[in-house]
Every structure is written in structure tokens, then in C-alpha cells.
């Protein structure tokens, strides 16, 4: 005959202050554990985000961004004129030839400086990318030393507000509009005209092409062609795929790291939670004494005590989601170890880290109560009553 539920539940009531103390240290374990998950969640979000899958990003072959890429002339202009490449109501390929480079900004507040992308755009770049609208201003005129900077950057960097200016290529730069992209990687660039960057910087290739495919199942044949033509040195990915790659190292790192504080962590939180049981073991053997003479197996004194345990760890797996959540306000920077740029981006709570976290929790429980659970299920009759 199983014990009630309701018996553990009311236990647990009975200890409010023990059972807040046990609850609020799982709940800060899992409050870590859920926020590095977080965070690697909205570092791949925002790359990823970034990218269309109809579009394709072309760089030479083996680079890992942008920023190490180097596509010639005559490479662009054969990727350009590939069959795949989708043509826009004007006639004209829906095609763009771009620049990427680092500079060093200074942020405001600290004075202190970061690595921030240079984008050098064409007027279809904006078009090949619908997440991004102009949110102040105007666009910059082709040919001009006007730029476009992105929302976080206007926001964080000296000089990169509207109507302010930058002066790096040996050129002054005047912002003329702020761009929204939303929560992709493009709030962290700043855009100008590709061919006068290019004889700023004197960088004599491009970076990248990235065009907008005919049919998205055209692909693989266009993959195939362009990294097999022995005129070539490049490579083509989704876009989609380019980004999801940037993302890779610092995402894995994150969970890495959060998963070895997590651990030391919760070997305190498991160890607290014992310590409770036992109490509460200790604390009840004349009632486990009773139980068992009512006529209640040892199974179902276990099973009472483990399900107390686990009422525990799932009540600090609730606390620790919930504060984790909050999270979610904060919008931080770190540098994309692939393109060595500094990158905002938000904690990204999930179902799926919402049910991580709470199997987190109950694992913690299960193991914090399970031995304590098992003295109470072998305590004999006469011995428990004894104890009165």
C-alpha cells in the first residue's frame, strides 16, 4: 500500500525554513547552470539569425570568416555569373561583393577599445537581407564616406552615434543612419561603400560574395561546381551554415565551462539536500516506526521520502528557472573568437533549457535523497517505536 502523496508535500510544509534554505542553494546551481545554457543559446542565436538559408556566402577556401577570406576579381565575376545566382525585377543579379575588416573603437563610458566589423556594402546588400531595416537617418550615398552603424554599436561605441564621426583609413567617416537588425550579428557592424573601402584600406580583393539563390535546391549543384573548377580556390555555405560555424567554438566553450562549475556546484546543493533528509530521518523515527505498523512496506517508506526529496529539487529547479529568466534583459558583448570582433547578444531561454534545467534539478533531488530515503525504509518496527 503506497503512502500518500500529500505526506511528503505536507512534510516539506511542516520545515518551511529548512526546506526554503535547501531549495534556494539547488535553486542557485540551477540558476548557473540554466544561464550558461542561456548564454550559448543567444550566441548561436544571433549568428545564426543572422543568415538566410537562400542566400550563400562564397569565401576562399579553408577560411574560417570573412575577415581571413580574399575572393579576386575575376573569381567574383565568375561566382556572378553562375546560373543559380536569382535575378532581381531590375534584370540584374541579386548579388553583392563585400568587404570585411577590423578596427579598433574605443566604447563609451570605459575608453576602452574593441575590435568592431567594417563592412563594405553594395546598394543590394540591404535587399539580400530582410531582417534589417533602417532605423534612423538615411542610407549612405554609394562612392561617399558616409556609413551605417548598427543599433548596438551606436549605442556602445564613441564617435558611432548619428551625425557623429569616425576616422579610421586614413579618412573621416560620417554616420548618416542607424540600421536595425535585430538580434543577429549585423547590430554589431557598421556598413560603408565597399569599393571606396577598399581604397581606404587598400585591400585590392574582396571578402565575400553572397547572393541569393534561383531555387534553394540549386545548392548543391552550384557547391559542387564552383569548389571543383580548377580556376577557383573557394568555397560556398549556406549562410545560415557560415554562421552557425562562427558560433561553434565559443558555444561549445560556454557549455563546457558552465557544465565544470555546474558539477562543483551541485555536489554542494546534493550534499545539502542529504544533510536535510537525514534531519529529517533522524527527526521522524517514531512516525517511520508508526508507518511501518499501519502496515506500510518498506517500498513505500523509500518511495515517500525519495518523492519528498524530489518535491525539494523540483521547488529549486522552479526558483532558479524563474531568476534565470531575468537574464533575458541583459544584452552582453564578448569577441567572436572566428572573426575576432565584439559581438552583443542576449541570454535565450528555451523549452528545451527550461526542461534541462528542471531535470537538472530532480536528478539533484533523486540523488540528495535517495540514501537517506533508503536508512528510513530499513528501519525495523520495535527499534523505531523503541526511540519514542
Same mark, same amino acid.
Given at each position: 500500500?503506497?503512502?500518500?502523496?500529500?505526506?511528503?508535500?505536507?512534510?516539506?510544509?511542516?520545515?518551511?525554513?529548512?526546506?526554503?534554505?535547501? #531549495?534556494?542553494?539547488?535553486?542557485?546551481?540551477?540558476?548557473?547552470?540554466?544561464?550558461?545554457?542561456?548564454?550559448?543559446?543567444?550566441?548561436?542565436?544571433?549568428?545564426?539569425?543572422?543568415?538566410?538559408?537562400?542566400?550563400?556566402?562564397?569565401?576562399?577556401? #579553408?577560411?574560417?570568416?570573412?575577415?581571413?577570406?580574399?575572393?579576386? $576579381?575575376?573569381? #567574383?565575376?565568375?561566382?556572378?555569373?553562375?546560373?543559380?545566382?536569382?535575378?532581381?525585377?531590375?534584370?540584374?543579379?541579386?548579388?553583392?561583393?563585400?568587404?570585411?575588416?577590423?578596427?579598433?573603437?574605443?566604447?563609451?563610458?570605459?575608453?576602452?577599445?574593441?575590435?568592431?566589423?567594417?563592412?563594405?556594402?553594395?546598394?543590394?546588400?540591404?535587399?539580400?537581407?530582410?531582417? *534589417?531595416?533602417?532605423?534612423?537617418?538615411?542610407?549612405?550615398?554609394?562612392?561617399?564616406?558616409?556609413?551605417?552603424?548598427?543599433?548596438?554599436?551606436?549605442?556602445?561605441?564613441?564617435?558611432?552615434? *548619428?551625425?557623429?564621426?569616425?576616422?579610421?583609413?586614413?579618412?573621416?567617416?560620417?554616420?548618416?543612419?542607424?540600421?536595425?537588425?535585430?538580434?543577429?550579428?549585423?547590430?554589431?557592424?557598421?556598413?560603408?561603400?565597399?569599393? @571606396?573601402?577598399?581604397?581606404?584600406?587598400?585591400?585590392?580583393?574582396?571578402?565575400?560574395?553572397?547572393?541569393?539563390?534561383?531555387?534553394?535546391?540549386?545548392?548543391?549543384?552550384?557547391?559542387?561546381?564552383?569548389?571543383?573548377?580548377?580556376?577557383?580556390?573557394?568555397?560556398?555555405?549556406?549562410?545560415?551554415?557560415?554562421?552557425?560555424?562562427?558560433?561553434?567554438?565559443?558555444?561549445?566553450?560556454?557549455?563546457?565551462?558552465?557544465?565544470?562549475?555546474?558539477?562543483?556546484?551541485?555536489?554542494? #546543493?546534493?550534499?545539502?539536500?542529504?544533510?536535510?533528509?537525514?534531519?529529517?530521518?533522524?527527526?521522524?523515527?517514531?512516525?517511520?516506526?508508526? @508507518?511501518?505498523?499501519?502496515?506500510?512496506? $518498506?517500498?513505500?517508506?523509500?518511495?515517500?521520502?525519495?518523492?519528498?526529496?524530489?518535491?525539494?529539487?523540483?521547488?529549486?529547479?522552479?526558483?532558479?528557472?524563474?531568476?534565470?529568466?531575468?537574464?533575458?534583459?541583459?544584452?552582453?558583448?564578448?569577441?567572436?573568437?572566428?572573426?575576432?570582433?565584439? @559581438?552583443?547578444?542576449?541570454?535565450?531561454?528555451?523549452?528545451?533549457?527550461?526542461?534541462?534545467?528542471?531535470?537538472?534539478?530532480?536528478?539533484?533531488?533523486?540523488?540528495?535523497?535517495?540514501?537517506?530515503?533508503?536508512?528510513?525504509?530499513?528501519?525495523?518496527?520495535?527499534?523505531?517505536?523503541?526511540?519514542?
Amino acid at each position: 500500500m503506497p503512502i500518500p502523496i500529500s505526506y511528503s508535500y505536507r512534510n516539506l510544509l511542516t520545515r518551511r525554513l529548512t526546506t526554503i534554505l535547501t #531549495a534556494a542553494g539547488m535553486g542557485l546551481v540551477v540558476f548557473v547552470f540554466a544561464a550558461t545554457l542561456m548564454l550559448a543559446e543567444g550566441l548561436e542565436k544571433t549568428l545564426v539569425e543572422t543568415g538566410s538559408p537562400d542566400n550563400v556566402v562564397v569565401i576562399r577556401r #579553408a577560411s574560417q570568416s570573412e575577415v581571413q577570406s580574399g575572393v579576386e $576579381r575575376l573569381q #567574383a565575376s565568375i561566382v556572378e555569373g553562375a546560373p543559380e545566382v536569382a535575378i532581381g525585377e531590375d534584370g540584374n543579379p541579386l548579388l553583392a561583393k563585400e568587404l570585411v575588416v577590423l578596427i579598433n573603437l574605443n566604447k563609451r563610458g570605459s575608453g576602452k577599445p574593441a575590435n568592431v566589423v567594417i563592412r563594405g556594402v553594395t546598394p543590394l546588400s540591404m535587399a539580400l537581407r530582410s531582417q *534589417i531595416r533602417l532605423a534612423a537617418g538615411r542610407m549612405p550615398r554609394p562612392g561617399s564616406t558616409e556609413i551605417l552603424a548598427g543599433e548596438s554599436i551606436a549605442r556602445r561605441f564613441e564617435g558611432a552615434g *548619428i551625425g557623429e564621426h569616425l576616422n579610421f583609413a586614413m579618412r573621416d567617416w560620417t554616420v548618416v543612419g542607424i540600421m536595425d537588425a535585430g538580434s543577429t550579428g549585423f547590430s554589431s557592424e557598421i556598413w560603408g561603400d565597399t569599393d @571606396l573601402l577598399m581604397q581606404s584600406f587598400r585591400r585590392p580583393v574582396y571578402s565575400s560574395v553572397i547572393f541569393k539563390l534561383r531555387e534553394s535546391a540549386a545548392f548543391d549543384s552550384f557547391k559542387n561546381r564552383i569548389e571543383t573548377d580548377p580556376r577557383l580556390n573557394l568555397e560556398a555555405k549556406r549562410e545560415t551554415k557560415y554562421y552557425l560555424d562562427q558560433s561553434e567554438a565559443m558555444a561549445k566553450f560556454l557549455r563546457i565551462l558552465g557544465l565544470a562549475l555546474t558539477i562543483i556546484f551541485s555536489l554542494g #546543493a546534493v550534499i545539502g539536500a542529504m544533510i536535510t533528509m537525514y534531519a529529517a530521518v533522524a527527526n521522524r523515527v517514531t512516525e517511520i516506526g508508526t @508507518l511501518r505498523a499501519l502496515g506500510f512496506q $518498506r517500498w513505500s517508506i523509500l518511495a515517500a521520502f525519495v518523492l519528498e526529496s524530489l518535491f525539494l529539487g523540483l521547488l529549486g529547479g522552479i526558483l532558479g528557472v524563474f531568476a534565470a529568466s531575468f537574464m533575458q534583459l541583459i544584452t552582453i558583448s564578448t569577441m567572436n573568437w572566428q572573426s575576432f570582433a565584439e @559581438l552583443a547578444f542576449s541570454f535565450t531561454l528555451t523549452p528545451g533549457i527550461v526542461a534541462w534545467s528542471l531535470a537538472f534539478s530532480l536528478g539533484m533531488g533523486l540523488v540528495g535523497g535517495f540514501f537517506p530515503a533508503l536508512r528510513a525504509a530499513r528501519m525495523g518496527i520495535v527499534d523505531s517505536l523503541r526511540a519514542s
